[in-house]
């Protein structure tokens, strides 16, 4: 096993399936730098290489005699170590949700900094030099399009859309004021000379300013998490964090390279604006250009199902880094790319691989994000500081007042436009709700120490703010919401009456804004349905039916609610149907009309036990009662439905298909008034429709 | 009121008891005038002059609601056959946007009078009940636009759904009980979760009357 010593080199390119294989490159040289032989020491590989290196064929001639057992450290260190970096991560992870109010007192963002404190504590200590730095590579290539995909895929797609405008504003105008608000009076600060600060130029603090104005997507997701406020705020606060990367990078760029330019014409000041209108559209482009052929290309999987997710992973990533290439907005592109892909991709692949894309989807971003603050905390331990008393208090105090001017004068020009107004209480959230994290972080890191005498400074001065934003207002965030009493989100099981009364009142208000001739929001998004169903979905959805939300959510709803049931053993017989259903469904086109009634038959004769134990009991308290009081209620049901049956079949002889159907209506009808009953009657002499259904 | 233009006093009159600011009756009453053809009243038949609302599954819903006169706010009941500027103004109110300086009671009664004038959609036959032959009516149109359900379906959903706000309303019921239908409290009970203020209105000032009729 010795036969591959030496130093790690990179590895050849191989398929990009394997997206590790390219992080050992960059990892090796990073760890190769910064002595990592000595850091697999402290990780417990004992003393490398009991095997002496391979002689050069021919040089010298020692003979070796055989080794009954070797260790070959270095053959296996890339990997080794990411493993472990990941499985500690992981493991602390458990540690913190052991222990059940740590959590939501403090979020795990900080916990997790804190252990990658202590780990950069530990390196720093034994080997008396600066352990191996987040390369900004890594983390913007690997570690960030997992978040990202995982936030956009799940995006609420109304919500966003209709609170658009806001939230562009706040990303674009909001991190524009903050970035020049910031960068002049840093600039102010720094003209003190007691401050020992005068060679920072205008440039520089511009830059500085623009960079650290950005709010973080990572952060806000790690924080608002645990607090759940109402979804329009968060929509608010997350939607600009993924917006105002557009702007970021422009500033970013700009600003750098004006830095490095002697003169500055007014034709670059133009260029720079066009290319923020090419960076955030250009990004959106790809993003949705690949959602589409990612939609399209599953349109024909329906024969290799295993590989289904691959797409899913693959495009977005795609337009992750085809975004990067030409230096647009990944993060957008990205973000794009997962809302187109999601609405199609959805009705194209089968039940599990979508279970399969959410889960691994939940499991990447997880990870990331995990890593993300560990690192964060490693880095910040090491030689790579400056301190300054002013520059660092000076640069925290204009970030909280200039996002909390910025958010409230931003507010009242915006409230203008909006119907709902946002409160004073929801401008507090979103302006203590606009955290830093990682990405700050990273972009300091690339500044050219050439051009920037004063690196570490900055370093010094973004690292202070994060840790500020993420612990301070991060633990103090959620009870301040309690004490504010903002609006929480309330999480209730989707319920098919609402959904049946959100629709009618879409329509209501369509049809009102018809009636007065206003072209809203309504208008714009029921043409867009309509261009929608008439060409994007024949193309891109392979067994097009049109789809109705309501009957998509109660079928959903009803496959979900017999899955439980079959599970908790109520139904005795039933599990070979149910999925017998679901693993037909791939093959068939739709189920068959046998399956479908009995899928339904056995469905709808359980329909009032699962509501009832939906809406009002929570199934993991008042277990035993529950448990008694549904069995008695089966047991009742059942023996209606039975005589029910009997009833019917002295009656009809010819259709059975439709006394199967009509049993449960019955048994549940009965409830609702006479009427209803003989309601439920009253069909079965004139309607042909239904034997349609049998000869289906 | 009518084709000529309002007079202030008037105006004044209509604003205070609809909550419309001036500008927005006044461009209610140029898009009155274009629904009702420069007649004083407008009727059913005015409806159908509108291209997009055809599309709607619950055209016939919406245009009977201008109509009932529940909402009118007058004390009989069933239909009207014809409607001046302040009904059509009075329908229009109950989309209105809220303000910032409406106090708790201002709005708990703005959110009924939203949720009485969905209720009453709902409620065709005017007995204060939504009965499952009325609930199944209003599914069945709003899925009306998909030829391939089958009524089945459309049914089984009403029933579903019904059976949610029973247990919603009564909680748990008895083998033998019998559920009349959704009344108004129950109905409210049934909104609680749901900021019907929020999203119950239309931008009365962008009304752009360009959009018109022929």
């Known amino acids: ?696 | 009121m009518g084709s000529a233009h309002s007079v202030p006093a008037e105006m004044r009159e209509l604003a205070d008891r609809t909550g419309f600011t001036s500008e927005q009756i006044e461009h209610l009453h140029r898009r009155f005038k274009q629904l009702s053809q420069d007649q004083l009243t407008i009727r059913k038949e005015n409806f159908d002059n509108i291209p997009d609302l055809e599309f709607n599954p619950i055209r016939g819903k919406i245009v009977h609601a201008f109509f009932d006169k529940r909402n009118l706010r007058q004390e009989s009941d069933g239909l009207a056959d014809e409607i001046n500027f302040e009904d059509f103004l009075t329908i229009m109110s109950y989309f209105r946007p809220i303000e910032m300086n409406m106090d708790e009671e201002q709005l708990d009664r703005f959110r009924k009078e939203k949720l009485k004038f969905l209720f009453h959609m709902y409620d065709s036959d005017h007995d204060g009940k939504i009965t499952l032959q009325e609930y199944r009516n209003v599914v069945e149109e709003l899925l009306s636009g998909n030829p391939h359900l089958e009524k089945e379906s459309a049914r089984s959903i009403a029933d579903g759904a019904m059976m949610e706000a029973a247990s919603i309303c009564v909680g748990q019921m008895g083998p033998d009980q019998v559920y009349e239908g959704i009344t108004f409290d129950d109905f409210l009970k049934m909104w609680q979760g749901i900021d019907i203020e929020t999203k119950m209105h239309v931008r009365f000032l962008n009304v752009d009357t360009i959009a018109h009729c022929y």
């Open chain 1, 1 to 696: 096993m010795g036969s591959r010593g030496g130093p790690p080199r990179p590895a050849a390119p191989r398929p990009p399936a394997l997206a590790l294989v390219p992080v050992l490159a960059v990892l090796a040289a990073g760890a190769a730098e910064a002595g990592a032989t000595s850091e697999s020491h402290l990780l417990g590989a004992s003393t490398m290489g009991t095997s002496p290196p391979p002689s050069p064929s021919g040089t010298t001639f020692e003979e070796t005699r055989l080794h009954v057992f070797t260790l070959d450290y270095p053959h296996v260190q890339i990997p080794f170590e990411i493993t472990l970096w990941i499985l500690l991560a992981s493991l602390a992870k458990i540690g913190f949700h052991l222990y059940h109010k740590l959590p939501s007192i403090v979020p795990e963002s900080c916990l997790l900094i804190l252990v990658g404190l202590l780990l950069g504590g530990i390196i720093f200590g034994a080997e008396e030099k600066s352990p191996p730095v987040m390369n900004s590579d890594v983390f913007f290539l690997y570690l960030l399009p997992p978040i990202v995909l995982d936030a956009g895929y799940f995006m609420p797609t109304r919500l966003f859309f209709e609170n658009f405008g806001t939230i562009f504003w706040y990303a674009v105008v909001g991190t524009l004021w903050n970035a020049i608000g910031i960068g002049i009076s840093l600039y102010g600060i720094c003209q003190i000379s007691a401050f020992g600060l005068t060679d920072i130029t205008l440039l520089q603090n511009l830059l500085f300013g623009s960079l650290i104005s950005a709010v973080d997507p990572v952060a806000v997701l790690a924080v608002f998490e645990n607090i759940h406020v109402n979804e329009q705020l968060y929509i608010l606060v997350f939607g600009e964090s993924l917006l105002n990367d557009a702007i970021t990078v422009v500033l970013y760029n700009l600003f750098k390279s004006f830095c490095q330019m002697h003169t500055i014409k007014v034709i670059d000041i133009f260029a720079g604006i066009a290319n923020f209108f090419v960076v955030g559209i250009g990004g959106v482009l790809i993003g949705i250009l690949l959602g589409f052929v990612a939609a399209f290309t599953t349109r024909f999987t329906h024969k290799i199902r295993v590989i289904e997710p691959l797409f899913v992973f693959l495009y977005s990533y795609l337009s992750y880094i085809t975004a990067e290439m030409f230096h647009l907005s990944g993060i957008m592109a990205i973000t794009a790319c997962a809302m187109t892909m999601n609405k199609y991709v959805e009705e194209n692949v089968s039940q599990k691989s979508y279970t399969t894309i959410k889960y691994f989807m939940k499991m990447l971003s997880s990870v990331s994000e995990t890593l993300i603050f560990i690192f964060m905390g490693v880095s910040t331990v090491g030689k790579n500081h400056e301190w300054n008393w002013a520059f660092v208090s000076f640069t925290l105090l204009f970030c909280l007042i200039w996002r909390a001017l910025g958010v409230f004068v931003l507010t009242q020009i915006i409230n203008v436009f909006r119907t709902i107004p946002l409160t004073f209480k929801d401008q507090f959230i979103i302006a203590y709700g606009g955290l830093r994290g990682a990405i700050c972080f990273s972009l300091v890191f690339l500044l050219p120490s050439a051009v920037f005498p004063r690196k570490k400074l900055f370093i010094t001065a973004v690292i202070v703010v994060i840790f500020f934003t993420v612990f301070i207002q991060g633990i103090t965030i959620r009870p301040l919401v309690e004490f504010l009493d903002v609006k929480r989100s309330n999480k209730k099981q989707p319920a098919v009456s609402e959904e049946i009364y959100n629709r009618f009142f879409d329509h209501v208000k369509t049809g009102i804004e018809d009636v007065c001739g206003h072209w809203g929001h309504n208008f714009w998004r029921d043409k867009f349905k309509k261009f929608d169903n008439k060409y994007l979905r024949r193309l891109l959805i392979r067994e097009n039916q049109p789809k109705s939300s309501i009957v998509s959510l109660y079928k959903k709803l009803e496959i979900k609610h017999a899955i439980e049931m079959a599970e908790s053993g109520m139904i005795s017989k039933v599990p070979s149907s149910v999925s017998l259903s679901e693993y037909h469904e791939g093959k068939i086109k739709p189920l068959s009309p046998t399956e479908m009634e009995n899928m339904r038959e056995i469905l709808t004769k359980n329909l009032y036990q699962i509501r009832h134990r939906t809406m009002s009991y929570n199934r993991h308290s008042l277990a035993a009662d529950a448990n008694e009081k549904q069995a008695k209620e089966i047991l009742i049901r059942r023996r209606h439905s039975l005589r029910e049956s009997l009833r019917k079949t002295n009656s009809l002889q010819s259709c059975n298909t439709f006394t199967v159907n009509f049993r449960p209506y019955l048994s549940g009808a009965h409830r609702f008034s006479r009427e209803a009953e003989s309601a439920s009657y009253l069909p079965i002499p004139k309607s042909s429709s239904h034997f349609r259904y049998q000869g289906n």
